[in-house]
């Protein structure tokens, strides 16, 4: 079980969203690099960052701020936001990027998902931002017609590492994660999901934990951890001790 802190990107700093609305961003810190060298110090094992500006933009926006981070830390980092071709993954992948995250393409270009993860083997995964059920894409500002269950049913075979599902409602505004629908699709797939958005504190940790959740590879932690909700050491010695049971 992995608890991902989160650096979302937009202008070079660490933002975070409300509901995934631009206009609606708090900058918790100046320095990207400076941000995840505090997760790594913190014990953390995985990083999950989002080029926002890259996510509208259709291709990558905030790639020395990445570039920066990965000089300064060893953990491994998944990464998504605009992330649309096979040389941008491929370019990606050469810099230390550990996993990319594919958003809208896998809704306009599913193909491009499948070659992929045959190209790179367990180093791409999906990511079903769900407004309302469907699928949300462009960075969350179109909704599509096809629910999560629906793609992710595409990528069954496709040796996709995992779908990371975000509830677009619950996203930044400290709600708990959408535990039933997010359980749900885990259990309607073989591949491995990532709980993400809403994330408010140690209940969720408890939660993510507990028996209903097993089939869950890890939830995704933002606004919580950089307001002090969320205890880091806390939340890591939870799961710790779940691992060592």
């Known amino acids: 079980m992995i608890l991902f802190p989160a650096i979302d990107l937009k202008n070079g ?42 996510a509208f933009a259709g291709k990558p926006m905030n790639a020395q701020a990445v570039e920066a981070m990965l ?10 936001g605009g992330i649309r071709d096979l040389k941008t993954i491929e370019a990606w992948l050469s810099k230390g990027i550990a996993r990319v995250i594919i958003g809208t393409a896998a809704v306009r270009d599913p193909a491009l998902v499948k070659e992929a993860a045959k190209t790179f083997p367990g180093r791409v995964a999906v990511g ?24 992710a049913q595409r990528f069954e075979d496709a040796g996709v590492a995992a779908i990371i599902f975000t509830d677009i409602a619950r996203d930044g505004l400290l709600k708990g994660i959408n535990w ?22 140690i209940e969720d940790v408890k939660t993510l934990l507990s028996p209903r959740a097993k089939k869950l590879e890890g939830a995704i932690a933002g606004r919580a951890l950089y307001d002090g909700r969320l205890d880091p050491a806390e939340a890591l010695a939870l799961i710790g001790a779940a691992k060592a049971a």
């Open 13 to 54: 700093q660490c933002v975070r969203l409300e509901q995934g609305d631009m206009a609606r961003a708090t900058v918790f810190n100046l320095d990207p690099a400076a941000q995840a060298q505090s997760f790594a110090a913190q014990g953390f094992q995985y990083l999950h960052v989002v080029d926002l500006d890259g």
């Open 180 to 201: 039933d629908a997010t359980i749900a699709l885990a259990e309607a797939i073989s591949i491995p999901v990532i709980a993400s958005g809403g994330l408010a504190s």
């Open 128 to 151: 079903l931002d769900a407004r309302d059920g469907n699928v949300a894409v462009e960075g969350w500002a179109e909704s599509s017609q096809v629910t999560a269950l629906d793609i």
């Open 71 to 80: 000089k300064v830390i060893k953990m491994p980092v998944q990464l998504g």
